[in-house]
Nanobody
Framework: QVQLVESGGGLVQAGGSLRLSCAAS????????MGWFRQAPGKEREFVAA????????YYTDSVKGRFTISRDNAKNTVYLQMNSLKPEDTAVYSC???????????????????WGQGTQVTVSS
């Protein structure tokens, strides 16, 4: 059993920044890949970013490349999503998830993740 708790969401103006955190407990965090997904109202959940167990490999959806950075601290059992230059279209509920899969193909797909947090709301005003 793995528990994931996100924090750091909120309301920010376009061009601003937020840093999301996801604290994990349960399964050995340092051996799991972690991902961030988001879901806007009326839209399907979409992949945002993922990081492998060591932090040596990261993956991003094209719309956030150069603006968002995923990182992890295995000593703190926490994964982060630094979001800069935020746009109104980034507004969504952001959820972190844990996976034992590896590689870009799987980590971009929600079915590869077996544990999910409850999500944190990010709202970007124009």
């Amino acid at each position: 059993q793995v528990q994931l708790v996100e924090s750091g969401g909120g309301l920010v103006q376009a061009g601003g920044s937020l840093r999301l955190s996801c604290a994990a407990s349960g399964r050995t965090f340092s051996s799991s890949a972690m991902g961030w997904f988001r879901q806007a109202p009326g839209k399907e959940r979409e992949f945002v970013a993922a990081i492998n167990w060591s932090g040596g490999s990261t993956y991003y959806t094209d719309s956030v490349k150069g603006r968002f950075t995923i990182s992890r601290d295995n000593a703190k059992n926490t994964v982060y999503l630094q979001m800069n230059s935020l746009k109104p279209e980034d507004t969504a509920v952001y959820s972190c998830a844990s996976s034992i899969k590896t590689g870009s193909y799987y980590l971009r797909r929600s079915y590869a993740y077996d544990y999910w947090g409850q999500g944190t709301q990010v709202t970007v005003s124009s």
